[in-house]
């Protein structure tokens, strides 16, 4: 309930805010399982913000760390995932992003947002993982990350990437299947910035913060991602092994 | 080789993106809008698995093996200054 009130809050209010539940709603949240589990949350403000965990969690109260990382277990899982293409290297990663904000914790500048040195920690990692991947002859992942050419520049036109979205579920599922090919392939830093700006939103302004990059090359990488993709895209489907 | 957007289609993804208005393709919006959200729509089509079930608590006694202000153990990880 926490994790959905607070992706609500930060998609369209543009951040936690601090709402008092209604009675009812206080009763039912005791009701639940799940809330149950948050237990003494229940008696103060629906959603904590992220910041006011971290720093009662650095006063000492452990079940705040333990809200934390339930909180950001489905989205930053899901980041890792799809960034690291395998779900041990990902559910690693997790577990090795929040051992650093434990350990980390009373360096934490409490004005600042947490989520965003959330995945910054995380982002760090996973790449460090890839680096390590790929210096592993047998790595699979070599290809995706060293295929950057910076010979010339090729215009993508993206109408050869529009497709109508099937319905159907069986033929959902497939095209599901080829767009995870065709994301999976790509660089991982262009992999990288449009999983950070489109599936997790994050403004420009943040990404730049977040890998250490000047606003217009986040601009331009995205663009780059969002064109790779659709090359990608058309080649797999004029493939032979398109389906 | 790498890839380039058009310098109009550039401008529709960075439309989309900052102001984060899905179905911003109308007629008031330039028609490449409509190109770069319905690639963007496909992307979002990628799927993804849900974290185990037991995510939470394995992270939890990770942590909790391991006492904290230990930065010497992860000299490359130092908390990133967020500007």
Known sequence: MNDLVYDLQRRYLGGPVT???????????????VSKRIGSDLAHPVARTDEQLLADYRAGNKASFSELVSRYQQELYHFLVRFLGDRASAEDVFQETFLQVHQSADQFDP?????PWLFTIAANKARDLLRSQSRRPTSPLQAT????DKDGEQ?????????????????RRELQDRVYKVVSGMPA?????????????FPYKQIGDLLNIPLGTVKSRLHSAVAEFAQRWKMLNRGPSAS | MPKKLFEKDAQALDLLMETGVE????????????????????????????????L????????????????????????????
């Open chain 2, 23 to 54: 179905g911003a393709c109308s007629e008031s919006v330039a028609d490449r809008v409509c190109v770069v959200e319905s690639v963007l729509q496909l992307i979002g089509q990628m799927p993804v698995d849900d974290p185990p079930a037991n």
């Open chain 1, 189 to 201: 830093q262009l992999r990288e910035i449009l999983l950070l700006s489109y599936f997790h939103q």
């Open chain 1, 111 to 115: 004005k600042r947002r947490l989520r």
């Open chain 1, 19 to 33: 709402i008092r539940p209604s009675e009812n709603l206080v009763k039912k949240l005791a009701r639940d399982p």
């Open chain 1, 145 to 148: 990350i060293d295929s950057d």
């Open chain 1, 155 to 171: 215009y993508i036109d993206l109408m050869e990437a529009v497709v109508p979205l099937p319905d159907e579920p069986m033929e």
């Open chain 2, 56 to 83: 939470v608590e394995k992270t939890i006694a990770r942590c909790q093996r391991t006492p904290a202000a230990a930065h010497e153990q992860y000299p490359n990880h130092r908390p990133p200054l967020m500007s």
